[in-house]
């Protein structure tokens, strides 16, 4: 009998699988399609175990799909644009492209040994000209359609890379990558039209009934919308009013002052005119503009001299100040503030000594605001002492309600809803990116490039020897002939954001040699995504931005309308982790060590005990990573899937230990022997053969229904549990080789070179990961029979398995003819027999 050489059977079997290309997606008539995607990962030069169990999920449920009648598509691709390639050319030299190709080269190379089911033919990165070319037909259909625009507008300035960053690249104040502080600059920036289509987005949040709630809760806060009242406040110097937006209205007679953004047209027009204003608001842009900086940040403000009148008392004045937290892209970019309702109007008012006045308490505490503001849910009743509509005791959202009526029947205000959701802006200031297809003409103004001339591509002759733009400074590339009246212009030297990329990839890989952004046809036969699968930290802006992107396809005509909604099923795995191993260098700062140079909790080097910090996500600056090559070297592709799918529910973390992968290997070591043995076995039929079929029959039931819900560990559970049954079964070869190959099946998207090897053991017809998925025969999960316990004076002595519907008196015959009860009697006759049907019997003597 030939041992369990994964590294044989492996190679073997992926030869065997390349050659009759039977991962290759097709297109026919005759079969119903399944499409399943992983978010594609980007090609930073090493595959991770999170790599591992993501595109393991990804493949359990296409190679499932494929044995169930399905023409599957499960693709490949690389997310290849964006800074860390231009940040890697800084630090070493060589060019982004060389080094993005060559991770992507090695990351290949990696992955393939997994054994996935991946359609290889279609894959693509975001950096192939072919593909981005693409991407700049989509951009000037969009910009026909009045989907994209170009405007002034406030963002986050890098000054070190110098370039724009998006707000989830801002971390703690600073570039995600330079850790410079980010500064608020304005520029002309390119905008998709995304909150044209926010009730639309919000809406259809409903209709996805297979995402986790957590997301969907996710993207409806970050379109936030909100209905609120809308008024200006008459200036006391006759200048023009201001006009505010608020989503708390019923706290106006709280009013402390009115506050302007440093962006507003009012502080723009003091800038220019006082130099005190000028240095307070240069101040202000030096902070970023994400929510978390200004949160963050301290208060600053500016009192503009500027007063208005309260709108409910003529002779209440309300001084007008420029505040650093408040944002011109909302609303009107203006507040009223309340501080005792508001924290950040509170911390504000204190510093600047401002009064801070209570419009409402709780019903049972009426102590006014000292340091900490009164913010109750708006579904809690309070009592309010000082609200204009006549009201004691209502609720927040009541007290809204009838404010937004009070304003509107008065004539000085209005309802609106607004939503927090902002224009996607794309531009971004680098050269590894998708150049934006328009062209600056002096005569002509901004003219899209002509579709015969793309794709538009990147020089390859630039350099990084200064910050900022290499498109900027080289010397050719700009120079272009104007496609409207063809006199000398200049290219736009602006890139696209990375998320652009990613936003409709999807849709490529219906058909990605398409001479055109999308082939309909295919299209129309692959989408929707029926499986979509990727980190719980995409859940917000990919994902509404692929929303938002499948929409403007469709109307552009690229997409069908039923892929508008392209993901009709969303899961979001866990992560792997793994302990932290550290010592301490002389000035005590941490010194990371690889899981490889630990034993024992040692330095296998030194001897020197390491500290363990419990299981955290594998990160390679604290060098707690697993190479998933070594462990596939060591132990086999099937090994690492197995462990990867085996130890927790797949949507929690799991944490990889050697332990576990080692008992992962010795498990299926141990099926290759059963199977082994039983592939030589000329047994005869008997009595147990029944027995055995009935838990293969269960088994194929409750493994096909975790696979189906991503229960993958318990589906594995259950075939730990039948290779135990299988094991220790005294049934006839025939019987065993049945169940055998039906085990083989059962593993097989889980260890398809294992089970490949043991279908062909067994004799199997073709390839298993062809043969049809086995089905439950649903009388065989009736059991005819029952085991029932045999407790003697209460402790478990025995069982007996009889008919479910067998008479009580033929029970207790039973039970008094075992071993064990007549050596408990000893001659003697029982004092007392209860059957409890279907579930024990007891037996005092």
Request: net charge negative; proline share 6%; charged share 25%.
């Amino acid at each position: 009998m030939s041992r369990y050489s994964a590294n044989e059977i492996e190679a073997k079997w992926q030869e065997a699988w390349d050659k009759a290309g039977i991962f290759t997606a097709k297109r026919t008539a005759d079969k119903p399609k399944y499409y399943v995607l992983e978010m594609f990962p980007y090609p930073s030069g090493r595959i991770h175990m999170g790599h591992v169990r993501n595109y393991t999920m990804g493949d359990v449920i296409a190679r499932y799909k494929l044995s169930t009648g399905h023409n599957v598509l499960h693709p490949m691709g690389w997310d290849a644009f964006g800074m860390p390639a231009e940040n890697a050319a800084m630090a070493i030299g060589g060019h982004p492209k060389d080094w993005t190709y060559g991770n992507i080269a090695d990351m290949r190379a990696q992955m393939k040994p997994l054994g996935l089911s991946i359609d290889w033919s279609r894959e693509f990165a975001t950096c192939d000209p072919e593909y981005y070319g693409q991407q700049q037909a989509l951009f000037l259909d969009m910009l026909e359609a009045g989907l994209v625009y170009r405007k002034n507008a406030v963002v986050n300035w890098d000054p070190v890379d110098m370039t724009v960053l998006a707000n989830e690249q801002v971390e703690n104040g600073r570039g995600w990558r330079s850790g410079a502080l980010v500064e608020r600059r304005e520029l002309t920036q390119w905008f998709f039209k995304i909150s044209d289509f926010a009730e639309e987005l919000l809406e259809a949040l409903d209709t996805l009934e297979n995402w986790p709630a957590k997301v969907r809760l996710m993207q409806e806060n970050w379109i936030g919308k909100s209905r609120g009242l809308e008024f200006a406040f008459e200036r006391t110097d006759g200048g023009a009013p201001i006009t505010v937006y608020t989503t708390r209205p019923d706290t106006l007679l709280g009013a402390s002052f009115v506050g302007i953004s440093p962006d507003h047209p009012i502080a723009k027009q003091l800038e220019a005119e006082n130099p005190e204003v000028a240095e307070f608001v240069a101040e202000c842009r030096k902070g970023g503009t994400t929510e978390e900086a200004i949160e963050t940040a301290e208060k600053l403000g500016f009192d503009t001299g500027i007063r208005v009148k309260h709108p409910l008392d003529a002779n209440w004045e309300l001084p007008v100040w420029i505040a650093n937290f408040i944002l011109m892209d909302y609303g009107t970019g203006a507040i009223f503030a309340c501080p005792a309702h508001d924290q950040r109007d509170l911390d504000f008012c204190r510093k600047y000594d401002l009064p801070v006045i209570d419009t409402f308490f709780a019903l049972d505490d009426d102590t006014p605001v000292d340091k900490i503001a009164f913010v109750p849910p708006k579904e809690q009743k309070v009592r309010w002492v000082n609200h204009f509509a006549g009201l004691t005791e209502a609720t927040g959202q009541e007290a809204i309600d009838a404010t937004i009526a009070f304003a509107e029947k008065a004539g000085w205000g209005k309802g609106v809803t607004k939503y927090r959701l902002r224009d996607w802006g794309l531009s971004r200031q680098r050269y590894w990116g998708c150049p934006i297809p328009v062209v600056h003409c002096d005569d002509c103004g901004v003219v899209p490039e002509k579709k015969e001339n793309l794709p538009i591509r990147l020089p390859d002759d630039v350099t990084f020897d200064k910050p900022g733009n290499p498109l900027d400074r080289h010397p050719t590339w700009r120079d272009c002939a104007c496609p409207s009246c063809g006199k000398p212009a200049k290219r736009e030297t602006d890139t696209m954001d990375t998320f652009v990329d990613s936003s409709w990839y999807f849709a490529r890989f219906t058909a990605p040699r398409a001479q055109t952004p999308t082939d309909l046809a295919e299209a129309e036969y692959w989408m929707n995504v029926d499986q979509y699968i990727g980190g719980i930290e995409h859940a917000i802006l990919h994902l509404l931005y692929s929303r938002f992107f499948a929409r403007a396809m469709h109307l552009t005509g690229h997409l069908p309308k039923k892929a508008i909604e392209p993901f009709d099923a969303l899961f979001t795995q866990g992560m792997v982790t793994h302990e932290i191993y550290q010592t301490r260098d002389d000035k005590g700062r941490p010194v990371y060590h690889l899981p490889e140079e630990v034993e024992d909790g040692k330095l296998k080097a030194t001897g020197e005990p390491v500290e363990i910090i419990p299981s955290a996500k594998m990160s390679k600056s604290k060098k707690n990573v697993v190479d998933p090559v070594s462990i596939i070297s060591a132990f086999g592709a099937d090994t690492a899937r197995w462990f990867v799918l085996s130890d927790s529910p797949p949507e929690r973390d799991v944490e990889w230990t050697a332990a576990g992968a080692e008992a992962a290997h010795k498990h299926l070591s141990r099926v290759h022997r059963i199977v082994s043995e039983i592939a030589a076995s000329d047994a005869p039929a008997n009595a147990e053969d029944e027995a055995l079929l009935r838990e293969m029959h269960k088994t194929i039931h409750d493994v096909t229904g975790g696979v189906e819900s991503f229960g993958f560990n318990a589906s594995i559970a259950k075939l730990y549990a039948f290779t135990n049954t299988l094991a220790k079964s005294k049934a006839g070869a025939q019987a065993k080789r049945q169940a055998a190959k039906t085990l083989a099946q059962l593993m097989s998207p889980m260890t398809p070179h294992l089970s490949e090897e043991l279908w062909q053991m067994l004799g199997g017809e073709g390839l298993v990961a062809l043969a049809p998925w086995p089905v439950a025969d649903e009388s065989m999960l009736v059991d005819d029979t029952v085991t029932l316990p045999i407790q003697i004076n209460g402790k478990r002595r025995a069982e007996i398995s009889v008919a479910k519907d067998l008479d009580k008196t033929q029970v207790e015959k039973i039970v008094l003819s075992t071993e064990a009860v007549q050596k408990a009697l000893n001659g003697a006759a029982p004092k007392k027999v209860i059957v409890v049907p279907g579930r024990i019997v007891n037996v005092v003597v």
